[in-house]
């Protein structure tokens, strides 16, 4: 019996080792690639006419199914291309469970995630499946000030995106009434959502300020709130946030890309995301589209790259670096190959690129849990 594993030299080695140590139970011939572009050298080393398992990533788990029993099953039914199953317990998503390599090919357009289904595939019911996560655990910071409807859509979809929660901080800036209606709605109920609010506006300060009130955590993913995620994220990335986590021990920043189509003329949309074959792209520069939307960042380095900033830029007010800083100061970045929305980009009525505040702000805030009641007055200078 055999299986087929996809996962590059950044997936977390640990997991991947604990799948190949189940896997070796029930499989002697096991085979690696980092990507589909390297099907067709894998078909040389898995036997053609043998259903083989298939793991589009090393997180994937199968709970309490057979795969003894899954593979022999497909043995016997080799009219079938590849075994499918549908896991409706936690989300509605299709994975392919097995396949038969002499009938799969890579000319099917496909990706790691977006694996080709032929029309010969079998529907196996009953069969539930899990994501393990690295033992990093994601915290999210969203600011928002007075955009409610863009905030409600891309809270709606971050929801919608989650097969494990993880810690979400909405920080309201000096917040409309309709976007603090719409935060605590959204936290209701939600153990992992805290609402804090900060005065007066601390525009893209917020973050500083965030890192300083839950005592500066290593990493963390920073999110605009007019950034949506795809609702195809939950299929191919459920488990995203732990991934952008566990690549930052190898990437000074983890991204999503958005698509260019929807921005202002003066950003030229004309690229577009070649098909690949690949789950993430490394060399963002040359096919991606990236910036501070959703973005998962190591502190030190968020701290350092506005500390450089600051001093080449002194009137800089926010004491913040921007993305295109960081992105310059990044040696390496890595982003999914599947992209979200940027939907501010829609209208330009938020002044793009117009960062002028009053001079004369304060550089103290008042930060106040609306979830917590816990209230603290902070600099943003401190952090640095």
């Known amino acids: 019996m055999q299986a087929l594993i996809v996962r590059d030299r950044f997936d977390n080695a640990a997991i991947a080792n604990d799948l190949k140590q189940e896997l070796s139970s029930i499989c002697s011939n096991i085979v690696e690639i980092e990507s589909l572009n390297d099907l067709e050298k894998a078909k040389i080393l898995l036997d053609g006419n043998e259903p083989c398992l298939y793991y589009p990533n090393v997180f994937l788990r199968h709970v309490n199914v057979p795969l ?22 936690v989300h509605p998503n299709i994975e392919p469970l097995s396949f038969i390599p002499s009938k799969v090919f890579k000319a099917n357009r496909t990706n790691n995630t977006l694996f080709f289904l032929p029309i010969d595939s079998f529907n196996v019911t009953g069969i539930n499946f899990t994501y393990k996560k690295p033992d990093e655990k994601p915290i999210l910071f969203l600011y928002t000030h007075n955009k409610s409807e863009y905030l409600k859509l891309t809270l709606n979809a971050l929801h919608f995106s989650m097969l494990d929660t993880f810690q979400i901080k909405i ?31 601390s525009i893209f300060s917020a973050i500083n300020l965030a890192l300083q009130y839950f005592d500066r955590p ?24 732990f991934q952008f986590m566990d690549r930052l021990n190898h990437f000074d920043m983890v991204c999503w890309g958005w698509s260019s189509e929807n921005c202002p ?19 963002y520069k040359k096919d991606y589209n990236i910036g501070g939307h959703c973005l998962a960042i190591n502190t030190d380095f968020y701290i350092r790259c506005g500390k450089k ?62 979830t917590t ?11 640095k």
């Open 171 to 201: 920080l309201l800036n000096a917040p409309t009434a309709e976007v603090r209606d719409v935060a605590l709605a959204f936290a209701n109920n939600k153990q992992y959502v805290e609402v804090l609010e900060i005065t007066p506006n």
């Open 68 to 89: 003894r029993s899954i593979l022999q099953f497909h043995k016997e039914n080799m009219c079938f291309s590849v075994l499918v199953s549908r896991n409706n317990l």
């Open 265 to 283: 003329t003066y950003f030229n949309a004309s690229r577009q995301m070649e098909s690949c074959m690949t789950d993430w792209v490394i060399d």
């Open 218 to 241: 290593s990493k963390f993913i920073l999110m605009e709130d007019d950034f949506i995620l795809p609702s195809s994220v939950r299929t191919y990335f459920p488990n995203w946030a």
């Open 309 to 370: 900033h600051n001093s080449i830029e002194p009137v800089n007010l926010y004491h913040v670096p921007f993305d295109e800083h960081m992105q310059a100061n990044a040696k390496k970045v890595c982003v999914p190959s599947l992209k979200g929305y940027h939907i501010g980009f829609n209208q330009e009525m938020d002044g793009y690129r117009r960062r002028t505040v009053d001079p004369n702000h304060s550089k103290t805030y008042t930060v106040k849990s609306l």
């Open 373 to 383: 009641n816990v209230e603290k007055k902070l600099n943003i200078e401190d952090l």
